[in-house]
C-alpha cells in the first residue's frame, strides 16, 4: 500500500504543485513554514477525509483560490492504482475514489489506512480515555470486519436507552434496550481485548528495552467493573443512570491504561521516553495491521526529532524502515535525520520570498 504521486491545488501554502513518491521512506526537509505539516495533512485527509489540525475547513484553501483539489494515486497491496481525490469547498468537502463521486469518509479509510505520529503523540497517554478509544478502535476497525457494525448497532442502542433516561420513561421503557446494547457490547469489548494483546505483543523489543527492565503493561478496562457481567452491572447502576440521565458503564468508558512496574506510565517515564512508548504504540498498530490484514499502513511522522535526542531518533528510524511501510517523515533539518533512517527519496521544501513553496526533489 502505497501513495504513488500527489497533485495539490489551492491547498493551504501549495497554489498548484505536484508530487512523486517513493514506495519506501520519503523525507521531508524544509524551514519553519515551508509546507512540511500541511504536505502531510493533505495526505491525512485523502486516507481519512478529515484534517488533524482543528481548523476551519475554509482555512485550507489558499487565499488566491476558491477551493482546493487534491488528487492521489494510491497502490493497494496487490499493485492496483486507485484514483483517491477531494474537493475542498468553504462549507464542505467532496470525496472521489476512481470513478465514483460523493464516496464516504470510510470509503477512503478503507482504501488508503494511514498512521500519524505528530509531535502530541504522548497525549494517546496523558489526556483523557478517549484518545486511547480511538486508538483502539482505528485499530480494530481495520483487522476486524464485524467490529464496526457491532459498534454501530451498540450506539444506537445507547442512545436510545440515554434518550429513555433523559425523559425520565418508566424502567421497564429503558431496560427494553439492555439485550440489545450487551449483545453488541460484548462483541466490541472482545474484539478490542484481543486487538489490545496483538499490540502488547508487537510493541516493538528494543522500544520496550528502554524503559529498564521494568515491564511495560497494558491493560484493558471495559468499561464495567470486572467482578460483573454487564447486565448485571447494568440493572444495579439503573437507579443512578436515571438521575445521571445517561448510561455510566459500558464499553463507550473503555481504557487502555498503560503502566511501568505498577505506575502509570504517564506520571512516571520521561517526556522523551513517553513519545518513544507511543510511537512504538503507533507501529505496533501498524505490524498487527500488516500480518492480520496484508496492508501495511502509510505512516505519516511529522516532526518527531524535535524533542528527541540522537539516540531515540536512532531507534525510530531503525524502526520505521525495518516496518516496510511507507513513510513520510518531515525533518527541519537534515542534521537531525539519523543514519538508521533507510530513505530513498528527500523532497525539500522552502519558503520563497512571495509566499508558496518552492520545491526541489532528490533522489
Ligand atoms: N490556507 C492557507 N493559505 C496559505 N497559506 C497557509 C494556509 N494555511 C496555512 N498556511 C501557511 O502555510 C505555511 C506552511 O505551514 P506548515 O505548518 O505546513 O509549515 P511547516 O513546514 O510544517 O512549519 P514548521 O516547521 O514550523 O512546523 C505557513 O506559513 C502557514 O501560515
Ligand atoms: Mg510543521
Redesign the pocket.
Known amino acids: 500500500m502505497h501513495v504513488k504521486s500527489l497533485a495539490l491545488r489551492g491547498f493551504?501554502?501549495f497554489p498548484s504543485t505536484e508530487f512523486e513518491f517513493d514506495r519506501g521512506v520519503n523525507v521531508i526537509v524544509?524551514d519553519?513554514?515551508?509546507?512540511?505539516?500541511?504536505l502531510l495533512e493533505a495526505l491525512f485527509l485523502l486516507g481519512r477525509g478529515v484534517t488533524f489540525r482543528s481548523t476551519r475547513l475554509r482555512?485550507?484553501?489558499?487565499?488566491e483560490a476558491d477551493r482546493y483539489n487534491l488528487r492521489a494515486v494510491v497502490r493497494d497491496q496487490h499493485d492496483l492504482a486507485r484514483k483517491v481525490s477531494i474537493e475542498g469547498y468553504r462549507n464542505r468537502r467532496e470525496f472521489y475514489l476512481d470513478t465514483q463521486s460523493n464516496v464516504s469518509r470510510f470509503d477512503l479509510v478503507q482504501c488508503l489506512p494511514l498512521q500519524l505520529i505528530d509531535p502530541d503523540v504522548h497525549r494517546l497517554l496523558e489526556e483523557g480515555p478517549q484518545y486511547r478509544r480511538r486508538f483502539m478502535d482505528w485499530g480494530v476497525f481495520h483487522v476486524e470486519h464485524s467490529f464496526f457494525s457491532s459498534w454501530q448497532r451498540f450506539r444506537r442502542a445507547l442512545i436510545q436507552r440515554n434518550r429513555a433516561l433523559r425523559l425520565g420513561w418508566p424502567n421497564k421503557d429503558i431496560v427494553s434496550w439492555d439485550p440489545a446494547l450487551v449483545r453488541e457490547a460484548r462483541q466490541v469489548d472482545s474484539c478490542r481485548r484481543g486487538y489490545v494483546d496483538d499490540i502488547a505483543r508487537n510493541l516493538p523489543t528494543a522500544i520496550r528495552k528502554e524503559f529498564t527492565g521494568v515491564p511495560i503493561h497494558f491493560d484493558y478496562r471495559s468499561g464495567w467493573p470486572t467482578n460483573e457481567s454487564l447486565d448485571q452491572a447494568l440493572a444495579r447502576t439503573l437507579e443512578r443512570d436515571k438521575k445521571a440521565g445517561f448510561t455510566q458503564i459500558g464499553p463507550h468508558r473503555a481504557d487502555l491504561r498503560i503502566t511501568h512496574g505498577n505506575v502509570a506510565a504517564r506520571d512516571k517515564v520521561s517526556h522523551g521516553q513517553q513519545k518513544l512508548l507511543t510511537s512504538g504504540m503507533l507501529l505496533a498498530q501498524a505490524r498487527v495491521m500488516a500480518n492480520r490484514r496484508g496492508v501495511t499502513p502509510v505512516l505519516l511522522v511529522d516532526?518527531i526529532a524535535a524533542e528527541l535526542g540522537a539516540r531515540y531518533r536512532a531507534l525510530l528510524g531503525q524502526e520505521l524502515t525495518s516496518l516496510q511501510s511507507q513513510v513520510f517523515i518531515?525533518f527541519?533539518d537534515r542534521a537531525f535525520i539519523p543514519n538508521t533512517l533507510g530513505y530513498a527519496r528527500e523532497i525539500e521544501?522552502s519558503v520563497p520570498s512571495r509566499g508558496s513553496p518552492e520545491i526541489s526533489k532528490k533522489c
Open positions: 493551504r501554502c524544509g519553519n513554514a515551508s509546507g512540511k505539516t500541511s482555512d485550507l484553501i489558499h487565499p516532526d518531515t527541519l521544501l
